[in-house]
Nanobody
Framework: QVQLVESGGGLVQAGASLRLSCAVSGGTFRTYTMGWFRQAPGKEREFVASISRSGVSTYYLDSVKGRFTIARDNAKNTVDLQMNSLKPEDTAVYYC?????????????????WGQGTQVTVSS
């Protein structure tokens, strides 16, 4: 059974940085396309970033481009999301997700595996 466990969330002030990490176990990590999603109160879960199996290709939500960076370590079975210049509108529960298909997607229902989420709160 594939398990994803996120860590690194917290409460920070606007302009600060946070690094989220997702540890994956129980599957073949290097064969998964990985992504990060977020869900703010009262809103639908939205795509934030994804990374290809090799780590060569990355994709981002327009509003986080230039501030967030997704990276993976296939030797450690981890995928990270470095978040810089955080804004109050980045406040949400952040979820790590994985999919067996190599084709990139921003659709929530395209991902097979999900973590439990980690809270990120950015104060103004």
């Amino acid at each position: 059974q594939v398990q994803l466990v996120e860590s690194g969330g917290g409460l920070v002030q606007a302009g600060a940085s946070l690094r989220l990490s997702c540890a994956v176990s129980g599957g073949t990590f290097r064969t998964y396309t990985m992504g990060w999603f977020r869900q703010a109160p009262g809103k639908e879960r939205e795509f934030v970033a994804s990374i290809s199996r090799s780590g060569v290709s990355t994709y981002y939500l327009d509003s986080v481009k230039g501030r967030f960076t997704i990276a993976r370590d296939n030797a450690k079975n981890t995928v990270d999301l470095q978040m810089n210049s955080l804004k109050p509108e980045d406040t949400a529960v952040y979820y790590c997700a994985g999919r067996s298909d190599m084709a990139p997607t921003r659709q929530t229902d395209g991902y097979n595996y999900w973590g439990q989420g980690t809270q990120v709160t950015v104060s103004s």
